[in-house]
Every structure is written in C-alpha cells, then in structure tokens.
C-alpha cells in the first residue's frame, strides 16, 4: 500500500535448534570437516512453520593436499522447506583442485553441483522457484605481492 497510515501486521516468528561442526585432521595431507544442524521453527498463534526455513541442514568436506596440490569436495544437504508450495530438499556435490606454484600464484580448478542436480533454492511468489545452479566449471587464478 501507498498510503502511509496503512498498518500491516507481522505474526512473531520464533525458533530453536542446534548445530554441531566438526573438523579432524587425519594427518598433514588430509582432513574431513562437516556441520549440521536441526530447527523448529514456528509463527506464534498459527503453530505451524515458519515459511520456507529448513528443518535440516548438513555439509561434510575433504580437503587432500599431496605437495603442491589440493583436492577438495563438499557436499551440502538442504531439508524440506515448506510454505504455500513446499520445496524439496537437496544435495549438491562441489570439487576442486588448487595448485600452488609458488608462494605468490596458484590457480585452482572447480566444478560446482559435480552430478548436475537439479534443484530450486527458493521461492517467488507461490508458484515460482528460484533454481540453483546447473553444473558448472571454473577457474581461478591468485597473485600475491
């Protein structure tokens, strides 16, 4: 509305939940690292949902490094979101490799959503989903001086 007078209520949103995060360096090559979390939320007097917040959320990574090289891949795990039109969750799968020339440049090489899921990360409006990234390649370079 235009009109400033207008008043627009606003239900009170609440949420509890808990997150656990981990790293464990197996050795100087080799590390795995991971978080996840759980949530309830709700919006007061109605009881249910908060929309589109998910009630699960996962990521695990490893990083193997040989010399001058580096090998990373994550995976992240979205849950159900739900609203109006509930989302589905998903799972999307990054690599990469880094090399390190020398101390001032490297370049690394990445392939982002590795297995080409297809899935949305929100929402427009009720009936649109916003889409996330197709699989994807790139390469970036770093100078330090």
């Known amino acids: 509305s235009g009109d400033p007078a207008d008043v627009i209520e606003v ?3 609440t949420s509890q939940g808990i997150e656990v995060g981990v790293t464990y ?17 709700e919006i007061q007097g109605g009881g249910r949902p908060s929309f589109y917040i998910p009630e699960q959320t996962a990521n695990l ?4 490094g040989v010399g001058s090289v580096r090998i990373i891949t994550d995976a992240r795990y979205v849950g159900d979101r739900f609203g109006a039109v509930p989302i589905p969750s998903y799972t999307v799968v990054d690599a990469s490799v880094r ?3 020398n101390d001032n440049f490297g370049f690394t090489l990445k392939a982002g959503n590795l297995f080409d899921q297809l899935y ?14 197709p699989r994807t ?3 970036a ?5």
């Open 11 to 13: 239900e009170e949103q």
């Open 25 to 41: 360096t197996a050795s100087a090559a080799f590390q795995v690292y991971g978080n996840a979390s759980t949530l309830s939320s």
């Open 61 to 64: 990574g490893f990083v193997w």
């Open 99 to 101: 090399f390190d020339l």
């Open 120 to 133: 949305a990360t929100s929402n427009y409006y009720d009936e649109t989903w916003l889409v996330g990234k």
């Open 137 to 139: 390649a790139s390469i």
């Open 141 to 145: 370079f770093d100078f330090n001086f």
